[in-house]
Nanobody, 125 residues
Framework: QLQLAESGGGLVQPGGSLRLSCGASSELFDVYAIAWFRRAPGKEREGVACIVDTGNEMYTDSVKGRFTVYRDNAKNTVYLEMNDLKPEDSATYYC???????????????????WGQGTQVTVSS
């Protein structure tokens, strides 16, 4: 099972930027579709972005135009570039494997067994 570890969270002011990283342990990393999710206290898990490869990404509506997901397979890492951050983006962010070769059409709704420890993002002035 591919093991993932998130990093890069922190405290940022509204309008600021952060880049999250999702590092993986497998040499077969490039075949996996990876998605970012987030969970704020008292709220349901929310899908954020999913990537198969460059030009093949999905975003939830609330982050379109502000967040960019990309990957560096040579480094076994998926990144989530977050710009123009808003207080409602505050949450713990997680990455997980969601399939091979494609982001499922129902990627945000599926059950996933393996999660990392997450990385906390707080947007506040």
């Amino acid at each position: 099972q591919l093991q993932l570890a998130e990093s890069g969270g922190g405290l940022v002011q509204p309008g600021g930027s952060l880049r999250l990283s999702c590092g993986a342990s497998s040499e077969l990393f490039d075949v996996y579709a990876i998605a970012w999710f987030r969970r704020a206290p008292g709220k349901e898990r929310e899908g954020v972005a999913c990537i198969v490869d460059t030009g093949n990404e999905m975003y939830t509506d609330s982050v379109k135009g502000r967040f960019t997901v990309y990957r560096d397979n040579a480094k076994n890492t998926v990144y989530l570039e977050m710009n123009d951050l808003k207080p409602e983006d505050s949450a713990t962010y997680y990455c997980t494997v969601v399939g091979r070769y494609a982001c499922p059409a129902d990627v945000w709704k599926r059950h996933y067994d393996y999660w990392g420890q997450g990385t906390q993002v707080t947007v506040s002035s």
